[in-house]
């Protein structure tokens, strides 16, 4: 039975946008609409032209026998530029100052719209590069991975401080935490990543990058391949960072406890989702 193109086009969409990054071949939804080859192809520009111009990112068919359709999840500057505003805004809040300086972020993390958002803007920066896995480190990050895990189609891992009996054989390394030099252990479980994987590390909040430093070595316990590093927000830090190329939506450039003062300023994403669309 044919399938109407409005119902077509919402439910080839809805697939697209589920499957990201999985090339999917035309005759698959030739099969799935009883439709002519030429009438998906239609459908296709359609979504094509309304994700470009509402910068939900690229859909791309490759031709050939072992070609078809792809989805690339994006964002477009303006899209990113409005929702960094905002979330600098929000982060600037002077109610999210907590004792000792520090920021109460989870109810910006926990926000189903607001991560949503966030997991595109961080995959937009590496939808074009082979990544097998999104690495943070238990707990505020890993809403993060897993959104951005989802744009990308491709699973997360958790690196944890402490062992889980449930996690099995686990490998682990000492780090130096930059921001309080004291020397910290995280580990991460021997099933969890395979040998020679591309991975993206991301985090809620970084300052001396001790943390991310860790995870970067833990990478090259499973001989696996850095990617990118992109955090949500970064923190001035007056000593020496230990990760020095990084990606950061958001920059808290001071807190003041005394006047109860946050000021926050954009990170240096769009400069890098820039020279991304320039290249």
Do not use: W
């Not at 690229?58 to 530029?81: C, D, F, M, N, W």
């Not at 490998?171 to 252990?185: C, D, L, M, Q």
């Not at 991975?199 to 001396?208: E, T």
Request: with cysteine; aromatic share 6%; charged share 25%.
């Amino acid at each position: 039975m044919k399938v109407r193109r409005s119902d077509r086009l919402i439910d080839m969409t809805s697939y697209l946008l589920d499957h990201p990054r999985e090339l999917i071949s035309l005759p698959f939804f030739v099969r799935r609409y009883d439709s002519a080859k030429s009438s998906i192809s239609e459908d296709l520009a359609i979504i094509k032209r309304t994700f470009l111009t509402r910068g939900l990112g690229r859909v791309q068919t490759l031709p050939g026998a072992a070609g078809g359709v792809q989805y690339l999840p994006g964002v477009s500057q303006s899209v990113a530029t409005g929702f960094l505003e905002m979330m600098a805004l929000k982060l600037a809040e002077k109610e999210r100052l907590l004792p000792g300086g520090y920021l109460y972020l989870s109810d910006l993390l926990g926000n189903p719209t607001y991560l949503r958002l966030i997991g595109r803007l961080i995959a937009a920066l590496y939808v074009d590069r082979q990544v097998d896995a999104v690495m943070t480190v238990a707990t505020k990050g890993i809403p993060i991975a897993q959104s951005v895990a989802t744009c990308l189609g491709v699973p997360f891992v958790i690196v944890r401080r402490d062992a889980k009996i449930t996690e099995g054989a686990t490998v682990s390394v000492n780090y130096v935490s930059a921001s309080s030099s004291r020397i910290e252990k995280m580990e991460l479980s021997k099933r969890s990543l395979p040998e020679g994987a591309n991975v993206v590390i991301v985090d809620d909040f970084m300052k001396g990058g001790g943390t991310i430093h860790g995870m970067h070595d833990l990478l090259k316990e499973f001989e696996a391949e850095l990617v990118g590093i992109t955090v949500f927000a970064e923190a001035t830090f007056s000593g020496q960072r230990v990760e020095n190329e990084y990606t950061s939506l958001l920059n808290v450039v001071d807190v003041d406890t005394h006047a109860n003062e946050i000021k926050v300023e954009l990170g240096n994403y769009l400069d890098k989702l820039t020279a991304l669309m320039t290249d």
